[in-house]
């Protein structure tokens, strides 16, 4: 056990040492954490809010329980979710797991050892969805003393069951994609399976939904104790056991459902460790042959072709990513998650195909102020822009040789991220059509949004050359090493949040065009303030100093 902490405490220093980096970044850190108070005061202030009003009107049927199963059902699902790209990320993209095969060390030490980052995502995950519903639940309900300590053990233990169950999964898929000649292909084809795995789950299940036969059960349901949290719960325990520990914690049955739940975390440790000894190195050892493919002069020469200096240098971005598993799978294949699962909801609502109405009750302005805060914060969690510099590693400085301006690096670094965000755009504008929003709504929303995917791509290519990241020998440490990416989703979303917050809440303005315009300028501004920064770092030769 010595062993494995020591391997733990090892892999955890690797990729979160400060070793090398400046103090004088500390600034970011502190800008972030003041976006983050006001945002952290708005969410749980709305939760609260939420929790209470769902639980007054529960209560009279006696399905309050319900909350708490959707709780624990959807925060099951967001960690299974995380945990495919994480566990692929950590335990098969990572180069660095070469270097550990050959020391003392059983299997499951190694497989334990990789878990421990993804666990750190998962946990702070689960933070900041869990906490905020466990305390508004407790104080709507008059929650007592065991409510809080099953509550709190039970937060520590949520993210092991979902974190099994996908690296069980992906330890099975990787154990046969070993048979593949191609290193890259072979990560890139079990990336792309796994999430059209989970896609492919949600259809299924949506397709099989009898609305008629669900309406029949659900009126049944209704007239039980505790009902509407069996049905929602009842096809996967883990979340059923959780919700009655918690609202049956004050009886003898909330004591008996813990001691289920444990067992039941106990077997599927265990199991994880075992499978892991078992058929983990395989398939790491599967991924580590490659193959060469030599180009003949002739398709050489068709794909030399003369091109504009930006032209060239997007593109160029573009094919590092795509052809780089792990800035795939990190800078697209994570950011289409969201709003691939908006579509497939929307088209398949209940097996029904049903368009979703909006409500009456929002004006224009709120309609667009709404889908504008919803697409922007899928946009600002993609870490495309924040890599833009550190992506390049020891290659950067032959740049430096090469007849570029900074400036055109730069702008061609922005558009790449611009582009790949149009990815998600495009999804999410899919989904617009299942709602009944009007189509100027749309288009100005359209125009918005694209600006404002302008202003993150920039911001997040300033924050990278603030702190890059050039000598890295995996390119998971451009990712699982970093907090850039959270600090500047911090920033994003408390400069453009707070501005809708502020459109949203003034009466005085409720014209949608006056609307649209406010919110443009406010880009416009925050794009101009960035290129004047980023102006700043050419002038002081900050590239010939990375």
Partial sequence: MNKTWLLIKTMLKMQYSNAGQKNSRVWLYVLSLLFLVPLLFIYISFMNQLIN?????LQPYAQESLLLGILFLSIHILLFIMSFVTVLGAFYFAEDIQSYISLPFHPYQLLIGKAASPFLYLYVTTTFVYLPIFFSYGSASGGSLLYYVYGIILFQLIPIIPFTIASVLL?????FVNVAKNKDRSKIIAGISSFLFIILIN???RLNTDSNQMMNELTGFIQKQDGLLEIMTSYYPP???SARILSEAHTWLGLLFFALFLVLTTFSVLLFAWLGQLIYLKGVLGLSTGSKRKLSEEKINKKVRSRSVCAAYIIKELRIIFRTPTFLMQCIIQSLFGPIFIVVILMFDFGTGLSVEVLDVLTEKQMLLGLFLAAFLLISTNVTAFTSFSREGKTWHTNLFLPLDPKQIAFSKIAASWIINLLVLFLFLIGTLFVSIPIEIVLIWLVLILTASWFTSSLGTYLDLMQPKLY????QELFKGRFIGLIGFLMEAGIVGIITIILWSTDAIQNVYVTSV??????LICIFIINKLLHRKFSENTFQQL
Avoid: N
Wanted: aromatic letters at 24%.
């Fill in 53 to 57: 009003t769902l639980y007054d009107g």
């Fill in 171 to 175: 330890m099975f898929m990787m154990r």
């Fill in 203 to 205: 259809i299924f299940i």
């Fill in 239 to 241: 979340a059923y056991l």
């Fill in 472 to 475: 890295w020998t995996d390119e």
């Fill in 518 to 523: 406010i919110l443009f300028v406010s880009l």
